[in-house]
């Protein structure tokens, strides 16, 4: 039967897997696996049938988070729309149950027990923030689940139940520091972050590589709560401290407050080097190119790569989501998931979590829309540090990246 003939409902999906078809194809290296019996491929009790396996998605898609982890809930469903257009895994369709953890860690860990213990999903797809993720983390390692982490993130973790696809500390920290100090001659550093794990942590390793590796001063460091928006009174500190950079890690919808105050105070990217690690495509959408030009981010990934796999990627995306749909860092990593999950299941000829998780090291995916990426023993990706400054359309341009994989190494010696 044409196309033309489908129901509109059936033909918006016939056009979509059309068109997402040769980015699933790429990422697909491995091909399709046999359609093993059941009682071979599920030996723990986890929903999988003869034609289909159960995942969650756990992200915040209501309060301050949802402008950053919405991206993340279309990437992961996209990737899963693509795989089951080639047939799914084992023979299998993935089916997703969706929970909102609504920007409240108590209520990811309360959702986190449910999608495990309640509906025995094969693995997870979530969490945004440090604060949810260890939310979450004790029922992972308690009920043996799956968690696949898609953001940026500062280091010192390592489970067996957590595939970390986002950066670590070292390759997203401390290589911007390394890339201040040469590019910008940065000498003085004023540290601005979120309050709660990821942004304190994440400033305390930035303290140390500038006192300690850089003979820089730190002067200023100021934190505040999610969803905070009134920084008067921080603009003011730092208009008195004059730092060679602002240094920051405010996360959320603070962002969109945070730089629209700094462009009302004169603080704007021709007049002040700013430098930070928490401002996406994503994000952007909120704050405003406007707002934003002229400032830096640091990242691995950014819409704005040219390579043919992230230009498939951002096609696909924007077939799906609309034309002014937009994709950052977390977006991309977040699309990740799905397909190394497929990948080591493959591998392993099973769904169960032991077995998925000893056949994950070593994991590649050549076709990335960031580039190559392969999954380390430690469970954190091998990948590139990218530096761009923001224009005023909202969008990135990149400036710098660094000539090789970064091997992550999320235990650094000298910055516990």
């Known amino acids: 039967m044409s196309d033309k003939h489908l129901p509109s409902s059936q033909r918006r999906k016939f056009v979509f897997g059309a068109a997402a078809l040769p980015l699933a194809l790429a990422m697909s290296r491995i091909g399709h696996a046999a359609a093993l019996p059941t009682a071979q491929v599920n030996t723990t009790g986890l929903a999988v049938t003869d034609t289909e396996v159960v995942v969650g998605q756990l992200h915040s898609a209501t309060g301050t988070m949802a402008i950053s982890e919405t991206g993340s809930i279309q990437a992961e469903q996209l990737a899963i729309d693509q795989i089951n257009a080639l047939g799914g895994i084992l023979g299998r369709k993935i089916r997703v149950i969706k929970e909102d953890g609504a920007s409240d860690w108590p209520t990811f860990a309360e959702k986190s027990r449910k999608l495990l213990v309640n509906d025995k999903v094969a693995t997870v797809f979530g969490c945004w923030t440090s604060a949810s993720r260890k939310a979450v983390l004790p029922i992972f390692e308690k009920e043996n689940g799956l968690l696949y982490y898609p953001t940026f993130y500062e280091g010192l973790e390592q489970s067996k139940n957590v595939i970390y696809t986002g950066q670590e500390a070292t390759q997203q920290i401390l290589y911007s520091l390394d890339w201040a100090k040469k590019e910008k001659s940065a000498k003085s ?133 609309g034309p002014k749909a937009v994709i950052g860092d977390v977006t991309q990593a977040a699309y990740l998931g799905p ?23 070593g994991i590649e995916l050549p076709t990335a829309p960031e580039g190559y990426v392969k999954i380390h023993d430690n469970h954190h990706l091998y990948s590139k540090a990218r530096i761009a400054q923001g224009q005023p359309d909202g969008t990135f341009k990149v400036v710098s990246e660094s000539p090789e994989l970064i091997v992550p190494d999320p235990f650094p010696k000298g910055y516990q």
């Open 189 to 321: 550093f004023f540290l601005v972050g979120s309050d709660y794990i990821w942004p304190r942590t994440s400033m305390k390793i930035a303290r140390k590589h500038v006192e300690a590796f850089q003979g820089g001063k730190i002067v200023g460091e100021e934190y505040y709560p999610l969803g905070h928006t009134n920084f008067n009174s921080l603009i003011n500190k730092i208009k008195i401290a004059k730092p060679d950079c602002i240094f920051a890690a405010v996360v959320g919808g603070s962002n969109v407050a945070f730089y629209k105050q700094l462009k009302a105070a004169g603080i704007t990217g021709v007049k002040q080097f700013l430098l930070t690690l928490s401002v996406t495509e994503d994000e952007m959408l909120g704050v405003g190119g406007e707002n934003f030009a002229g400032f830096y981010s640091s990242m691995k990934y950014f819409q704005s790569l040219n390579n043919p796999n992230n230009q498939a990627f951002v096609e696909a995306f924007k077939k799906a989501y």
């Open 339 to 361: 397909w190394l999950w497929k990948a080591a299941v493959e591998k392993a000829g099973s769904f169960d979590v032991d077995k998925v998780a000893a056949a994950s090291p």
